[in-house]
């Protein structure tokens, strides 16, 4: 089984600025990772995703998150955003041997300021 | 490419009536798809997992005989909220794992919003 830790449940930022939105997980086991985002009363849209290989994961729409083992993090980070950024966003584990549901955390709520 | 299409988006019903949701998957085979529901300012509760040709797999708690899933084909699933009720209001969004995909991926749909009156 694993979990996910969401701490900041809202980060408001303005814009132009960076931001990172903070994930730890935990699992016994070796996990893949994922970050949506959600907009208003729509569904998920997978924002990146960490299978293996390079921990930087770069995603779409200037994002990218770095997977840290020893730390148990996959922080999501934009060095500059946009008004438009303004949404939820769920981090997601995973166990990585074979087909198990995937794990959400209670997600961040991203306030980009004028 | 990967689209979910989640039908109808917004249904508004009378308590003890039944409200069926359609979640498809448009451009690719989905033997897996994922029924789960969010409350108000919260993360997504997986209801239940649904496999072409079987029975869903339901998550503890949840009442199989309330909310029926019907996964008929490799691109289409099913929820039927069966005598709803005002409790049962919610935001209900599908997601289904694309046949040849590695890493769990799921693709969503847009979720459709029950309000039970």
């Known amino acids: 089984a694993q979990s996910v830790t969401q701490l900041d449940s809202q980060v408001p930022v303005f814009e132009e600025a960076p931001v990172e939105l903070r994930c730890n997980y935990s699992?016994?086991?070796?996990?893949?990772l994922f970050w949506y985002v959600q907009y208003p009363n729509q569904g998920l849209q997978l924002l990146l995703k960490?299978?293996?290989?390079?921990?930087l994961v770069k995603g779409i729409n200037g994002f990218e998150a770095e997977f840290n083992k020893s730390q148990t993090s996959f922080h999501l980070r934009k060095p500059s955003v946009h008004i438009s950024d303004t949404a939820e966003y769920f981090c997601?584990?995973?166990?990585?041997?074979?087909?198990?549901?995937?794990?959400f955390g209670t997600g961040t709520k991203l306030q980009v300021i004028p | 490419g990967a689209v979910v299409s989640q039908h109808p988006s917004w249904v508004i019903c009378k308590s003890g009536t039944s409200v069926k949701i359609e979640c498809r998957s448009l451009?690719?085979?989905?033997?897996?798809m994922f029924w789960y529901r969010q409350f108000p300012k919260q993360s997504l509760m997986l209801m239940a997992t649904s496999n072409e040709g079987s029975k869903a797999t339901y998550e503890q708690g949840v009442e199989k005989d309330k909310f029926l899933i019907n996964h008929a084909s490799l691109t289409l699933s099913t929820l039927t909220v069966t005598s709803a009720h005002p409790e049962d209001s919610s935001f209900y969004i599908c997601?289904?794992?694309?046949?040849?995909?590695?890493?769990?991926?799921?693709?969503f749909g847009a979720g459709t919003r029950l309000s039970v009156l």
């Open positions: 451009d690719f085979q989905a033997t897996t």
């Open positions: 699992s016994s086991v070796s996990v893949y």
């Open positions: 997601a584990v995973t166990d990585s041997g074979g087909y198990q549901k995937v794990t």
């Open positions: 960490y299978l293996s290989g390079s921990t």
């Open positions: 997601s289904a794992s694309p046949v040849e995909a590695s890493g769990n991926i799921q693709y």
